[in-house]
């Protein structure tokens, strides 16, 4: 069975300069819209945004799975599968089309672009995110019985597999609640590599700071513990 529509779905906070040259790199033609997503941003990234083409809509309540979530609730609902990448300019768009394909063809419900299997620009990620990958998918291997290696930002879903995931981890926790829930319901699960650059601009709201980092790992750790845990 083939899937038809994919949406597009960036969260933005602040990345004024680094959302059009994301844009413009896109290949627009392999999905059907792009939504942006201003999770409150201070400076000029909607109207960036829109100049480059993309459906902006604003959800002020930050968090990055609340952006995200915001995204797939304004998506068209004639479009049955759900693309997600960071805005910053750290994906390599081209990527993108190497993990729709397997959902759109109806052979996977799930496809994580892995940045620890792929090629990594040097400093595009720190020794201790690489670390909290790593311990991620041992806990999820060892508890779940699924391998991951990565928690990145790219990421393709059929809509029907969203849905029955009912995500409700609405902070950095989002993309290490979705592969969890993946793995606890059975579904069809890949994982592709992707590239990894240094963002093009602006500061990480992860790893920008020492706070940032902290608050992000303490988040992640929680939601990580909670699932294994209780994996039924």
Same mark, same amino acid.
Not at 27 to 34: L, N, R, S, T, Y
Not at 145 to 161: E, F, H
Not at 181 to 186: D, E, G, H, K, P
Not at 197 to 221: D, E, F, N
């Given at each position: 069975?083939?899937?038809?529509?994919?949406?597009?779905?960036?969260?933005?906070?602040?990345?004024?300069?680094?959302?059009?040259?994301?844009?413009?790199?896109?290949?627009?033609?392999?999905?059907?819209?792009?939504?942006?997503?201003?999770?409150?941003?201070?400076?000029?990234?909607?109207?960036?945004?829109? #100049?480059?083409?993309?459906?902006? @809509? %604003?959800?002020?309540?930050?968090? +990055? &799975?609340?952006?995200?979530?915001?995204? *797939?609730? /304004?998506?068209?609902?004639?479009?049955?599968?759900?693309?997600?990448?960071?805005?910053?300019?750290?994906?390599?768009?081209?990527?993108?089309?190497?993990?729709?394909?397997?959902?759109?063809?109806?052979?996977?419900?799930?496809?994580?672009?892995?940045?620890?299997?792929?090629?990594?620009?040097?400093?595009?990620?720190?020794?201790?995110?690489?670390?909290?990958?790593?311990?991620?998918?041992?806990?999820?291997?060892?508890?779940?019985?699924?391998?991951?290696?990565?928690?990145?930002?790219?990421?393709?879903?059929? #809509?029907?597999?969203?849905?029955? @995931? %009912?995500?409700?981890?609405?902070? +950095? &926790?989002?993309?290490?609640?979705?592969? *969890?829930? /993946?793995?606890?319901?059975?579904?069809?699960?890949?994982?592709?590599?992707?590239?990894?650059?240094?963002?093009?601009?602006?500061?990480?709201?992860?790893?920008?700071?020492?706070?940032?980092?902290?608050?992000?790992?303490?988040?992640?750790?929680?939601?990580?513990?909670?699932?294994?845990?209780?994996?039924?």
């Amino acid at each position: 069975m083939t899937l038809q529509g994919v949406s597009l779905i960036i969260p933005a906070l602040n990345e004024a300069e680094a959302i059009g040259p994301t844009l413009r790199e896109l290949p627009w033609g392999i999905f059907d819209e792009c939504i942006v997503v201003d999770n409150g941003s201070t400076d000029g990234t909607a109207e960036e945004a829109l #100049r480059n083409g993309a459906r902006v @809509i %604003r959800e002020r309540r930050r968090g +990055y &799975g609340r952006a995200c979530h915001s995204g *797939v609730l /304004a998506a068209n609902r004639d479009c049955q599968v759900l693309a997600f990448m960071d805005a910053d300019g750290s994906d390599v768009p081209s990527d993108l089309a190497r993990l729709i394909q397997p959902v759109v063809a109806g052979q996977a419900d799930f496809v994580l672009g892995s940045r620890i299997l792929g090629t990594r620009e040097p400093g595009s990620l720190l020794p201790s995110q690489v670390f909290a990958a790593g311990l991620a998918g041992m806990l999820m291997r060892l508890r779940l019985g699924v391998r991951y290696t990565d928690m990145g930002p790219m990421r393709v879903i059929s #809509r029907s597999a969203f849905e029955s @995931i %009912r995500m409700s981890e609405m902070t +950095y &926790g989002w993309n290490l609640e979705m592969q *969890v829930r /993946a793995a606890q319901l059975r579904l069809r699960v890949q994982e592709a590599p992707t590239g990894c650059r240094r963002r093009r601009a602006g500061v990480s709201k992860v790893s920008g700071s020492v706070t940032g980092s902290l608050r992000a790992t303490a988040r992640i750790m929680q939601v990580l513990l909670r699932a294994v845990a209780t994996p039924e």
